[in-house]
């Protein structure tokens, strides 16, 4: 027998979006991008706490009327443009740990960029972190495609002649066909779990040493960047919808 895991749900959502500006409350699908991921973590019902971080009163204002915890506002020089996940996170812990006396031994962090994921995604990354697993992170990933697969990349010398990235292997030397590709994944950016004391191991990163491979249809990713990448998640998630 063993205790079960205290697990933190985290949503990271800063004020500053310069490709799609204020993207974390832009009306996405007739709500704020922001409230798919609380909502969907709600429904999960797996965490002991689920909390916001963000350094924008706007934000957490959205964030508590749709029922997240937002116990703090980040501090600005944690929401800048290369302001890290680890800082941020830390941060976090930090404070609920100082504030609160809670200790969480994993977290699962959600980015709001990332609305295609479903309560049953994180309900089985609960489920593989809950105990004693041997890996101590977690990642979603997707499949590559065939003609995305590093196994096709190319790279461009000065003279516009083409050779596989890495190797230089000639096209007469390439796989071609898709369906012969081998299998390669993607990180899909829909959820990531760590354990807390990663955070503190003189690192300096979330990630451990082990990481898990949690595979996710490709219907379910969207991570969102770009307008573009806008448009093609209001589809997949119409998509989704409409299949429930």
Known sequence: MYKKTSILGIITARGGSKR?????IKSFL?????????ETG???NVFDRFILTTEDKKIANIGGK???????LRPVELAQDK?????????A?????????????????????SPGRQPFHIKEAAKLINGNPGFDSLLGISETP?????????????????????DGALMKDLILRNQDVPRSYYINSAIYAFKTSNL???DHSLWGNSTYGYIMDNKYSMDIDTLEDWLIAEIKMKRILKNK
Do not use: C, M
Not at 20 to 24: A, G, M
Not at 93 to 113: G, Q, V
């Open 66 to 72: 749709y029922g997240v915890e937002v116990p703090f």
């Open 20 to 24: 799609v500006p204020r993207k974390n």
């Open 146 to 166: 065939g003609h995305f697969s590093h196994l096709k990349q190319q790279q461009i010398d000065k003279f516009g002649i083409v050779t596989r990235v890495n």
């Open 30 to 38: 007739g709500k704020p991008l922001l409230t798919w991921t609380i």
């Open 42 to 44: 709600k429904r999960a």
């Open 200 to 202: 503190f191991d003189g």
């Open 83 to 91: 302001s890290s996940s680890y800082d941020t996170i830390r941060h």
């Open 93 to 113: 812990i930090e404070w609920l740990h100082n504030h609160d006396n809670y200790n969480p031994d994993w977290l699962i962090l959600l980015e709001p960029s």
